[in-house]
């Protein structure tokens, strides 16, 4: 009996290697389905692209959605690429004037462009990406969530689209 047990292990053994061999071998990684977006440049003038928006705001009668956050940063971009599908584009474009700002070219670094978040009142950033709400005058509607962001990529799509569309009524 031992023997019989032994011998079919053996077997076991040769035929499952054999198989495995055989079998086709499947793909660890998994594809994207979208690249996410880096919008954070870090030459521009932040200052006046945030000038610009407002004005633009200003003459829309809307207001200015300002990101600030980075390309190094994950949940910057996450937030980036989800804006920039379908139904937000409509809602944004609808509602707001959006604007990019870097807050750091290197991993870790929030606080490039410091004078920015200083203006909507924000000495310093915490944590990115910061998003600021603010009114064609510049008043910041949402100083209490700005920072809410900083985990932008595990905020649901709806939870996300009721943020902006609340202060897209307001």
Known sequence: MYRIV???LAGM????????EAAPKKAN????????????????????????ALERARSRGVRTVIVMGANWCHDSR???TRLD?????TLISENFELVYVSAGSKPGQ?????AVSKRFGVEKIEGTPTVFIATPDGSV?????AGYWRRADGVPNDMTYAYFDH???K
Do not use: C, I
């Not at 053994?13 to 495995?20: D, E, I, Q």
């Not at 998994?30 to 006046?48: I, K, Y």
């Open 85 to 89: 599908t379908p139904a937000f584009k």
């Open 167 to 169: 202060y897209a009524k």
């Open 29 to 52: 990684a998994v594809a994207r389905e979208h690249v996410e977006l880096r919008p954070f440049d870090d030459n521009s003038d932040a200052m006046a692209d945030v000038d610009a």
């Open 78 to 80: 996450a937030l980036a």
């Open 6 to 8: 032994l011998m079919f």
């Open 141 to 145: 509607l949402n100083a209490e969530s």
């Open 13 to 20: 053994l040769v035929f499952g290697h054999a198989y495995a």
């Open 110 to 114: 929030n606080d490039q462009n410091r």
